[in-house]
């Protein structure tokens, strides 16, 4: 059974960094495509990154030049470096594999001053 447990979120000032983690089980790391998402307060689930094997990236326009996705496989992790944040990066992220309609209970990113 997949499992998605995402962690690292808190409260940042804007202009502040952080780094996201996802601790994925019940199949193959190495082998799949990895996203994130988020959901901001009162909207819908939106994609935000895609992390594939090897490491190559791509990124929604909101937040290219910010937030690096990377993964390390001999930790079976998943990460999200997420700098220079806005208020309009708040919301609660999730991680997943690409193609799964299992969900974690994601971490909650708030940016305020």
């Known amino acids: 059974q997949e499992q998605f447990v995402e962690s690292g979120g808190g409260l940042v000032q804007p202009g502040g960094s952080l780094r996201l983690s996802c601790t994925p089980s019940g199949f193959s790391f190495t082998d799949e495509i990895m996203t994130w998402h988020r959901q901001p307060p009162g909207k819908a689930r939106e994609w935000v990154a895609t992390?594939?094997?090897?490491?190559?990236?791509f990124y929604t326009d909101s937040v290219k030049g910010r937030f690096i996705g990377s993964r390390d496989d001999a930790k079976n992790t998943l990460y999200l470096q997420m700098d220079n944040l806005t208020p309009d990066d708040t919301a609660v992220y999730y991680c997943?594999?690409?193609?799964?309609?299992?969900w974690g209970q994601g971490t909650q990113v708030t940016v305020s001053s």
């Open positions: 997943q594999k690409h193609g799964s309609t299992t």
């Open positions: 992390v594939f094997p090897g490491g190559a990236t």
